[in-house]
């Protein structure tokens, strides 16, 4: 049981090219998110999915778009990174129903020069 | 969105209880109270969550007061790796665009 896998997990981009963070979870679950984690901070949210084909704005959504295109997965693309968007990214999941838990990937450290 | 405000750091000793509390002043009728563990270089792990009064399992309490604005997060007889960042979350189940942390509480357990 895999439950939040996130790839790639390290990644370091020049300003201005695009990538692409996937995340995949096994849990069948409905919803799922994606934040950015700066050092000494919380996690900001980005942008989430309450369901397969749906997506939604979260705290800090300039600069990425998300799909989700099957319900296991959950997409997260840069179109021109910036340095900015250096940071640790992490996927979560829950199923969506009363006050079902988050559960959380390892993150994915991005670098941009 | 109901914000939350947690002490930035504490410090306690192996053996002792820690307690962690949050405020949230604007907490809605519907919204739960979720507490959250991360160690460094891992995604956050679930604690405990509650609505009211009293929660307890197997490695925490939480206690929420009537109105509440407030709840503390307690961890009965610390050990080193209880070291970590605890936040608190409080809403997500009624909004999932309220899924935002705060900068949470970095709790240091010291020998």
């Known amino acids: 049981n895999a439950g939040v896998t996130q790839t790639p997990k390290f990644r370091v981009l020049k300003t201005g090219q695009s990538m692409t963070l996937l995340c995949a979870q096994d849990m069948n679950h409905e919803y799922m998110y994606w934040y950015r984690q700066d050092p000494g901070m919380g996690l900001r949210l980005i942008h989430y999915?309450?369901?397969?084909?749906?997506?939604a704005k979260g705290e800090v959504p300039d600069g990425y778009n998300v799909s989700r295109l099957k319900k296991q997965n959950f997409l997260l693309g840069l179109e021109s990174a910036a340095p900015s968007q250096t940071s640790v990214y992490f996927c979560a999941s829950s199923s969506g129903t009363g006050a079902s838990p988050l559960h959380f990937g390892n993150g994915t450290r991005l670098t941009v020069t | 969105l109901a914000k939350t405000t947690q002490p930035i750091s504490m410090d306690s000793y192996e053996g002792q209880e820690v307690n962690i509390t949050c405020s949230h002043n604007n907490i809605a009728t519907n919204d739960y109270i979720t507490w959250y563990q991360q160690f460094p270089s891992q995604g956050p792990r679930f604690i405990i969550q509650g609505y009211k009064t009293k929660v307890t399992n197997e490695v925490a309490s939480l206690f929420i007061p009537a109105d509440r604005k407030s709840s503390t997060l307690s961890l009965p007889r610390v050990s080193l790796s209880d070291t970590a960042v605890y936040y608190c979350?409080?809403?997500?189940?009624?909004?999932?665009?309220?899924?935002?942390f705060g900068d949470g509480t970095t709790l240091t357990v010291k020998p």
């Open positions: 979350l409080v809403g997500f189940n009624t909004n999932a665009g309220k899924s935002t």
């Open positions: 999915s309450v369901g397969e084909g749906t997506t």
